[in-house]
């Protein structure tokens, strides 16, 4: 993996990261690469991606690959050792983690034989999609952003993140990211069911603590990525749960309205939390099996204009 020429800022020579690949199904067509959300892993798209599929065949598109890589450090992914993890700020940040594992993810999809793939990420997972289109956006065929921002954290948000990845390493515990299976008031029905709790307990206690910490440390240390809003010319779609306490369709929408260079269809979802693809995987395998039939008709189109 060459992390020395990839995007607007050269990489130091680092450790190859290694990332763990759930393939749904196999397919010749432009990949569908689903990016979890934290602190899970991509068990989270258990539901949804055979439902795209579904969907997929019964529109008759052609037959597409579905892949949902772990992160660094989510489930079965190994876990960055520090110099794999480039450099580290003061405070414990990653600095460079983030387009490291967004490399890998395009080394992931090279190494399969594809030039290009549709980037789908929830949450954390659409900071990797945005770098995506940052780092290689040549091999953005399309995109969807769900349930997540652009933005870097703040000062306050950062220092958060990394007093959870210092007590989850320090106490060998996933307690402090608990919460995300607890619902508030204001939540979705889905979130406030027995089984959405029962669930999600179950997803992050699969995970380790040096793994939250991992990936708490990365998303601590990325860079604000709005400026790459405008720069995306490929089909788009934004997907926001009207519950969401952290990217309600207030926030989401603005980012589908940034797309100035491309349609980006967006999918407000009733009754629906920051899960988006858990909560209601029915709603958002249509969203996504609608941009894979853009992407496709745009595919067709460049070929009959070669």
Known sequence: ??????????????????????????????????????????????????????????????????????????????????????????????????????????????TAGYDRAVWVGLSMGGYVVLDMQRRHPDMVAGLALCDTKASADDAAARANRLRIADQCTRDHTVNPVMHFAQPNEGDSSIKRSDAFISQMTDWINAQTPEGVAWRQRMAAGRPDLNDQLESITAPAAVISGECDPSSPPSQMRPLAEAMTHTHAAFTQIPDCGHFSAVEHPHAVAQALADLMARVQDTERTEDDQQ
């Open 1 to 110: 993996m060459d992390t020395q020429t990839a995007g607007d800022k050269p990489l130091p020579d680092t450790p190859a990261i290694t990332l763990h690949n759930t393939v749904y199904r196999d397919g010749a067509a432009v990949p569908l690469i689903l990016v979890h959300a934290f602190p899970v892993d991509h068990h989270m798209w258990d539901t949804c991606a055979p439902l795209i599929a579904d969907i997929a065949d019964g529109m008759g598109l052609d037959r597409f690959a579905i892949w949902a890589p772990d992160m660094p450090g989510a489930g079965e992914g190994p876990i960055p050792g520090v110099a794999a993890s480039g450099r580290q700020a003061p405070d414990g940040a990653y600095l460079d983690a983030l387009d490291l594992m967004t490399d890998a993810y395009a080394e992931l999809v090279h």
